[in-house]
Nanobody
Framework: VQLQASGGGLVQAGGSLRLSCAAS????????MGWFRQAPGKEREFVAA????????YYADSVKGRSTISRDNARNMLYLQMNMLKPEDTAVYYC????????????????WGQGTQVTVSS
């Protein structure tokens, strides 16, 4: 599966953004999907994931309550709605896919998009 993330940009603290990830391939619905981010000088970290089957979701503590991950299997799309953005949310955000159960470790994901930059100004 090929992934392409979009929707990043510059936003003021407290604002919102919705990231999108377009996936190619007819078996998108069978993949667990995740969002990860990488801030300058830091390691890539898990943000959120959604299962392929019943749409179960899981969030990192840093974004829990402020973000919502969702998917539209009919359109091969993955989304991340981020609200109440903080300067510490500034990072390049990546979508990723794996076959199998929902996991948070980035090494478990086999397919990655190119990333979209999110910058939150204070």
């Amino acid at each position: 599966v090929q992934l392409q993330a979009s929707g990043g940009g510059l936003v003021q603290a407290g604002g919102s953004l919705r990231l999108s990830c377009a996936a190619s391939g007819r078996t998108f619905s069978r993949y667990t999907m995740g969002w990860f981010r990488q801030a300058p000088g830091k390691e890539r970290e898990f943000v959120a994931a959604i299962s392929w089957s019943v749409g179960s979701t899981y969030y990192a503590d840093s974004v829990k309550g402020r973000s919502t991950i969702s998917r539209d299997n009919a359109r091969n799309m993955l989304y991340l709605q981020m609200n109440m953005l903080k300067p510490e949310d500034t990072a390049v955000y990546y979508c990723a896919a794996r076959q199998g159960i929902m996991l948070t470790g980035l090494t478990y994901y086999d397919y990655w998009g190119q990333g979209t930059q999110v910058t939150v100004s204070s």
